[in-house]
C-alpha cells in the first residue's frame, strides 16, 4: 500500500508541473509585455525621483503682452439733432419717414395754416391802421408847427401835437413788429430739415396735434452722418489713468460676432458721475463706418488697447507674490523679493537671485526686465512641502500684483 502511495505522489507531481510551465509558455508574450511595462514604469519613475526638485517653481516665459481696458458702450452717431416746433396745429402733411435721407432745407411736414394765417391778417390789419394814424399824427404836427411860427397857436398846443405824431410813429413800428411775428409763426408751420442726413426717428403722425405751449415737442431726429459714428463708454476712476487721446481700440457687437471693429479714443470727459458707488468718466471713442453695417443703439464691447509689448519675459502674477526669501534660503544676503528673484537654472544646483525690475502688468501676468534672465529659468516661490512659502507674515499689505514701472 505504501509503495502504491508513493508511485502515485510521483506521478502527479511532474504532470503538475509540465501543465504549468505549458500554460506559461502560451501566455509567454502577456508575461513579456507586462514585464517591459513595469521596466518602464521604474526607470520613468526613478529618473523623476532624480530630477524633482525640492522648491516650488513658476516657469518664466517669453511672449508677447498686451495691457488693455474694458468696457461697454452704445454706438451713436456723431451728431444727432431734435427737429421741433415752435408753433401748434395739427399736421396736415408729413413727407419723411424713418431712414429718409433728406438735404438740408428739405421739407418734413407741415402744419395747418388757418390760424396761423388769421394772426398775419389781423397784425397786417393793426399795422396798416397805425400808418393812416400816423399819417394823420404827421400831417397835423406839420400844420401846427406852421401856425405856431406865425404866433397863432401856443407852445404847448404845438408840442401836444409833436407828442401825438411820434407815439404814432411808434405805434406804426409796434404793429409792424407783430406783423413780422406772425409771419415768422406762418413760415414754423412748414417744418424743414436743419442738416443733411437720415431720419432715425420719427415721433409724429399725419393728423396728430402738435402742442407747443410750453416746450418745443420733438418731431424726428436726424443723424447728420452715419458713417461716422462714435461710441460713449464708462471707465471706472481705477482705469481712467492710463486711458489717452489717440489710443487704438477694438471691440466687437452681437450683430456681428466673428468680427472686430476698431476706434480710436477721441475725449475723455471731465465730468464724472457715480454709478453703484463707482466714479465713472465717460471716453469717447471715434468709429469709421463707412459700409454702414453698424447701427444707432447698438451696445458694443470695447477693449481699448493702453499699453503693447513683443517677445519680453513675463511670468504669471502668482510668482511675485513672495515677500520674503527665509522660506527659501538661509543667507539670502542683500537680496530681498521686492528687488530681487530667487532664480532656478538648469545645469546649477544653486539658487541664483537676478536683479530685476516689474514692467508692463495686466491681469495675469507680469512683465520681468532684467539682463540676467535666460530662457529656462524657473522663479522659485517656495520649498515644497514648506508652509507659508509665499509670505511668512501673518497680514499681507500692497497689491498682490504689484505696480512696478510701465
Do not use: C
Amino acid at each position: 500500500m505504501k509503495n502504491n502511495k508513493t508511485t502515485d505522489t510521483t506521478t502527479v507531481r511532474p504532470s503538475f508541473i509540465r501543465r504549468m510551465f505549458k500554460w506559461i509558455w502560451r501566455k509567454k508574450w502577456l508575461f513579456l509585455i507586462i514585464a517591459v511595462i513595469v521596466a518602464i514604469v521604474m526607470i520613468f519613475s526613478g529618473g523623476e525621483d532624480k530630477e524633482k526638485s525640492e522648491f516650488s517653481t513658476v516657469k518664466i516665459t517669453r511672449g508677447d503682452m498686451r495691457q488693455v481696458v474694458s468696457a461697454t458702450g452704445e454706438i451713436m452717431p456723431v451728431n444727432t439733432v431734435s427737429v421741433g416746433s415752435q408753433v401748434s396745429g395739427t399736421i396736415n402733411g408729413l413727407f419723411v419717414d424713418y431712414n429718409s435721407k433728406v438735404k438740408k432745407g428739405d421739407i418734413l411736414l407741415t402744419i395747418e395754416p388757418s390760424v396761423l394765417q388769421a394772426s398775419v391778417d389781423e397784425a397786417k390789419a393793426s399795422l396798416v391802421s397805425a400808418e393812416s394814424q400816423r399819417n394823420y399824427a404827421k400831417s397835423e404836427y406839420e400844420r401846427n408847427k406852421a401856425l405856431y411860427a406865425e404866433g397863432f397857436i401856443s407852445r404847448a398846443e404845438m408840442e401836444q401835437s409833436q407828442t401825438t405824431y411820434e407815439q404814432a410813429e411808434q405805434s406804426v413800428l409796434r404793429m409792424q413788429s407783430q406783423y413780422e411775428r406772425a409771419m415768422t409763426n406762418l413760415g414754423y408751420a412748414t417744418i424743414t430739415s436743419p442738416v443733411d442726413g437720415t431720419v432715425i426717428s420719427r415721433k409724429v403722425d399725419n393728423g396728430q396735434t402738435v402742442a407747443a405751449s410750453f416746450q418745443t415737442p420733438d418731431l424726428f431726429e436726424i443723424a447728420e452722418d452715419l458713417s461716422k459714428m462714435q461710441i460713449e463708454t464708462a471707465v471706472s476712476e481705477a482705469d481712467i489713468g492710463v486711458i489717452k487721446d489717440n489710443q487704438p481700440v477694438t471691440f466687437t457687437v452681437d450683430a456681428y460676432p466673428l468680427q472686430t471693429f476698431n476706434g480710436v479714443v477721441r475725449q475723455i470727459r471731465l465730468s464724472p458721475t457715480t454709478t453703484s458707488n463707482v466714479v465713472v468718466y465717460t471716453v469717447v471713442i471715434d468709429v469709421d463706418n463707412s459700409d454702414l453695417s453698424l447701427m444707432p443703439g447698438m451696445t458694443a464691447f470695447v477693449t481699448i488697447v493702453v499699453s503693447e509689448k513683443e517677445d519680453v519675459y513675463k511670468a504669471p502674477n502668482s510668482a511675485f507674490l513672495v515677500r520674503t526669501f527665509t522660506n527659501i534660503t538661509e543667507n539670502p544676503g542683500a537680496a530681498t523679493p521686492k528687488t530681487h528673484l530667487a532664480i532656478e537654472r538648469a545645469g546649477q544646483n544653486d539658487i541664483i537671485f537676478v536683479p530685476y525690475q516689474k514692467g508692463l502688468v495686466t491681469a495675469t501676468e507680469t512683465e520681468i526686465i532684467s539682463d540676467d534672465i535666460r530662457d529656462g529659468d524657473k522663479i522659485i516661490t517656495g520649498r515644497v512641502g514648506a508652509t507659508g512659502a509665499t509670505n511668512n507674515n501673518k497680514s499681507r499689505t500692497g497689491n498682490p500684483m504689484g505696480a512696478g514701472p510701465r
